[in-house]
């Protein structure tokens, strides 16, 4: 028994441990963003803030325009998940549920750009961007984001746990594939569809070196660009910085927390 | 059945169109316009394999190309680790969740926000050195990202510190699909912990293994972001890799055909072991 509490106090040691490298990093910028008092690389450092207030924040409000580089997440957030799980589940459908010529090479082709390497593409992708004029836009952006052969395998083995007696009851009331598609198969996978939402909203919100080619003006730049902006321009102190970096991560890690399961199950789906 | 195929190709032709412009038509005009001088204000001219000649001369790609193969140092470490830290969370302990939820918020945060935390732990009176002088580990504060043999290595430990969630959890769902009669089988036989682990779990692994470390390898070998966020190339260009070459002369220096000769070049070494491991580690049909 005692050999049973020790191995348990040993292991919750060990997870502590690892759990503070991972962590630490957070902590130390929360702290510097809420201390208003004494000097920031001081030796002790501080790991408790200091008269702590919300001073820094507001002055992240003063300097950047931060709330517009919010609106700027949100909608490219917003835009990529819709579009992906559109276009992702109309072309997840016929690979899991219709026979055709070509299906096997279509599926080849998807899965092939699991292997290509996509972060070469972006240099093309740029003149690509800039021949459709969409330098500047949100549609820039979000364009060669929206369809990833990781969603549409995902939702292909959504549809493919659905049962065929459903589909072979529809055909033969004579509806439509797309009435199939839309009015039975989509309502029966939301739980997945929310997966890939979910993975695709913290994707997007999170992409930097993208964004950070097409959009040019700093007013329009989303907030994982716009936060590096801080750091450059205005020369602000540290402890602004790391307000500036706290408002970037609180809402990706409020919905990474409260969503949990659903990046699991996302992984889960991956490994299959 | 022929509308059905025709119906199919509807559904499926928004995202291939899509698909076609922004991942194929990238790499083959990519490959193409490596051979040329091209520019977007002039005629293109195939110029052969200059712009290759360029930039194996040029000493800054040299050293990402070496910064690179150096990446994959971390491959091993990344692996190992992340099979660790999930055979350690896969346990059914009150509060493991929460402990799973800490190493995998790394993951979860924007690169530019890693750079800029990562630059206050690394700098000189950082929290780093405060712990390593407080151990005596160092007698002076080291300066992590501004000494040029230490830099890289700040960064692989930063890229590590990212990616190493991420292959938790792939390793996570693997184990959690092992059957666990499998398990206490091996218990009633008198396998001991270490017994079980080699003989049945990592075998049980092996696919996932396979993959996590061909996505390693092609993650270590596409290194460029923590670069650009931590210390973009220097100091004295000792962090440069292939790719981060790339971006730095396609996007700041708007040379793009030597910026496309160079991802081409990383695209090479990706294809080709992608093929290797493809073909050598399969798992084997008994």
């Known amino acids: ?272 | 059945m022929r509308r059905q195929s025709l119906q199919a190709w509807l559904f499926l032709a928004p995202a291939l169109v899509l698909l076609a412009a922004f991942s194929f038509w990238p790499v083959g005009y990519g490959s193409y316009l490596a051979f040329t001088d091209f520019s977007l204000i002039r005629p293109t001219q195939w110029v052969g394999l200059e712009n290759f000649e360029y930039i194996f001369d040029n000493e800054m790609f040299v050293t990402g190309l070496k910064n690179s193969l150096l990446f994959l140092l971390m491959v091993p470490f990344v692996q190992v680790g992340a099979i660790a830290l999930a055979v350690l969370v896969n346990n059914r302990l009150p509060g493991i969740r929460l402990f799973r939820a800490a190493y995998y918020v790394p993951v979860v945060t924007t690169v530019s926000v890693v750079g800029i935390m990562w630059g206050f732990m690394f700098h000189e009176q950082g929290t780093l050195n405060y712990v390593l002088t407080t151990l005596r580990l160092v007698n002076a504060p080291v300066g992590w990202l501004s000494d040029d043999t230490l830099a890289l290595f700040c960064i692989m430990f930063v890229t590590l510190w990212r990616g190493l969630g991420w292959y938790m959890v792939m390793y996570l769902a693997a184990l959690q699909s092992v059957p666990a009669d499998m398990q206490e089988a091996a218990i009633l036989d008198g396998a001991n912990r270490w017994q079980r682990f080699w003989k049945i779990t990592i075998p049980m692994l092996r696919p996932t293994i396979m993959v996590c470390s061909i996505l390693s390898v092609l993650a270590a070998l596409k290194a460029y972001q923590e670069v650009d966020v931590l210390t973009q190339g220097g100091p004295m260009n000792s962090t440069f890799t292939a790719l981060y070459y790339a971006y730095d002369q396609g996007l700041k220096h708007l040379k793009l055909p030597r910026a496309l000769a160079a991802s081409f070049v990383v695209s090479v070494f990706c294809v080709g072991i992608a093929v290797l491991c493809l073909r050598y580690l399969k798992p084997k049909h008994r």
């Open chain 1, 1 to 272: 028994m005692k050999t049973r509490t020790f191995q348990a106090a040993g292991h919750y040691l060990l997870l502590c441990a690892i759990a503070l490298v991972c962590v630490f990093p957070f902590w130390w910028t929360l702290v510097t963003a809420l201390s208003t008092e004494g000097n920031i690389f001081a030796f002790p450092p501080t790991f408790w803030p200091k008269s702590p207030s919300l001073a820094n924040f507001e002055e992240v409000f003063r300097v950047i325009p931060i709330l517009s580089f919010f609106k700027n997440s949100v909608l490219i957030a917003a835009f990529t998940v819709f579009w992906k799980l559109v276009l992702c589940s109309l072309a997840a459908y016929p690979l899991a549920r219709m026979q055709f010529r070509g299906r096997r090479l279509v599926f080849g082709l998807i899965l092939a750009t699991l292997v290509l390497p996509s972060e070469v593409n972006f240099l093309v992708n740029f003149i690509t961007v800039t021949k459709l004029s969409l330098v500047d836009t949100y549609a820039g952006v979000i364009l060669p984001n929206v369809v990833t052969a990781v969603a549409i395998l995902l939702l292909k083995q959504a549809f493919e746990e659905v049962p065929q007696d459903l589909i072979d009851a529809a055909r033969v009331d004579g509806a439509s594939e797309w009435i199939i598609f839309s009015r039975i198969m989509l309502p029966l996978i939301t739980p997945w569809l929310a997966t890939v939402g979910i993975l695709t909203a913290v994707e997007a919100w999170n992409e930097y070196i993208w964004p950070s080619i097409v959009m040019s003006k700093p007013d329009e730049f989303p907030l994982s660009v716009g936060v590096l902006y801080l750091r450059g321009t205005f020369g602000s102190s540290t402890r602004v910085i790391a307000a500036g970096t706290v408002l970037t991560i609180l809402p990706t890690l409020a919905a990474f927390l409260f969503t949990q399961r659903f990046f699991m199950r996302g992984m889960d789906g991956a490994v299959k």
